[in-house]
Structures are given as C-alpha cells and as structure tokens.
T-cell receptor, first 114, second 109 residues
Framework: GAGVSQSPSNKVTEKGKDVELRCDPI?????LYWYRQSLGQGLEFLIY????????KSGLPSDRFSAERTGGSVSTLTIQRTQQEDSAVYLC????????????FGNGTRLTVT | LAKTTQPISMDSYEGQEVNITCSHN???????ITWYQQFPSQGPRFIIQ???TKVTNEVASLFIPADRKSSTLSLPRVSLSDTAVYYC??????????FGQGTTLQVKP
C-alpha cells in the first residue's frame, strides 16, 4: 500500500524566501509528526498532530515555523523568511494511534537555503 | 523530556551477531520501546517493538529486562546491507517523541 509521501523531495531557496513542505500521511492514520534532521544528526521533534486535538507545537524552533493539518489528513509545514540554518531534511511521519504506535516515515524533503 | 541513550557507533563484520543496547532509566508504565533503522537519504523505518521480556520477528530480536530501564536490539548474522543508523525510541503518554542520537552501525566485509 501507499506509504507516507512528501513533496517536494528537494527544495532550494534563497535566504528570506518562504517555503511550504507537504506531507500526505497513510490513509486512516490519525497522528502526524514533523521532524527535522540536520546533516549527520539525529531527529529533532518539531510538531505533533493527533486527530482533532490541538497540536503540540513545542518543538518549533521559532515563530517563522508553522504547520497545519487540513481535514485530518494532509499537512503543510511552512517556513517564513528562510535562513541558512534552516537547511536540513524535514521528515514527516504518521501512525494509526497514540504515542506507542509505530511511526511510518516519508523520505523527507531536503531543504537548502542559499 | 529525557532521551534514550545509545552508543554513538559500533563496528561489526559480516556474519556476526550485533547487540545494540539502549538506556531509558525514566521509562513509564505505559511506555513501549520501538527500534528504527535509517539508511542515508531515507526516513527511518520500523524494525521491532516490545514492552518486556523478548520479542522476535524475521529481522531482529528485542530483549527488555524486568526493570525495563534498558533494551537490547539483536541483529543475527549481519550483512553489509545492515550498515545503517539505529534508533531506540521510548513511547509515552504524549506525542512529543524524542529520538536520541542513534547508533551508527558499520558492517565490514
């Protein structure tokens, strides 16, 4: 079956521009996560959506970052006024249940800010 | 939120058994332990999950002692294609799941 899909797979943008990253989770999965992974580093939690509950935004690094999830399905991560330190791979994951449910990851969007 | 703790790197040779141990001293009653494998340019993928004692599937085994403060992922007879980063993740009662730095396993011929 279809897995988690992220688009674009690669994005190069100029410093100061806004970018939108998209995540299509597995159908029926109620939970959706965004992580950031810098080169050679581990996964940094950004945000978590669960059903219709208010998202846990506590991992967003600054107010330039925001995310939404429409209709309990597709999610968009928006970075405004990008900076070079935003360059990283942004990973999305979904799961069918609570925090003990295994995460299914997409292959990420590699963002490069020049 | 406390992360799990794992060795940063390990080396092995083809055909050997590899054991990677993860420490999670603050594990709560409802927390499960899940292990993921990540290859370059890919997202992590699920390997195995357990709560206590031993769990085995077609690719790995997971040992969790009675106090549940640690867990050991066992990969039998590794091959070059097992070279990857392995993450141990502690579940919880919130969705803020914090990954540790992971263990980079290098399998040599």
């Amino acid at each position: 079956g279809a897995g988690v899909s992220q688009s674009p797979s690669n994005k190069v943008t100029e410093k100061g521009k806004d970018v939108e990253l998209r995540c299509d989770p597995i159908s029926g999965h109620t939970a959706l996560y965004w992580y950031r992974q810098s080169l050679g580093q581990g996964l940094e939690f950004l945000i978590y959506f669960q059903g219709n509950s208010a998202p846990d935004k506590s991992g967003l690094p600054s107010d330039r970052f925001s995310a939404e999830r429409t209709g309990g399905s597709v999610s968009t991560l928006t970075i405004q006024r990008t900076q070079q330190e935003d360059s990283a791979v942004y990973l999305c994951a979904s799961s069918w249940g609570g925090p003990n449910s295994p995460l299914h990851f997409g292959n990420g969007t590699r963002l490069t800010v020049t | 939120l406390a992360k799990t703790t794992q060795p940063i790197s390990m080396d092995s040779y083809e055909g050997q058994e590899v054991n990677i141990t993860c420490s999670h001293n603050n594990i709560a009653t409802n927390d499960y332990i899940t292990w993921y494998q990540q290859f370059p340019s890919q997202g992590p993928r699920f390997i195995i999950q357990g709560y206590k004692t031993k769990v085995t599937n077609e690719v790995a085994s997971l040992f969790i002692p009675a106090d549940r403060k640690s867990s050991t992922l066992s990969l039998p007879r590794v091959s070059l294609s097992d070279t990857a980063v392995y993450y141990c993740l502690k579940g919880g009662n919130t969705g803020k799941l914090i990954f540790g730095q992971g263990t980079t396993l290098q399998v040599k011929p």
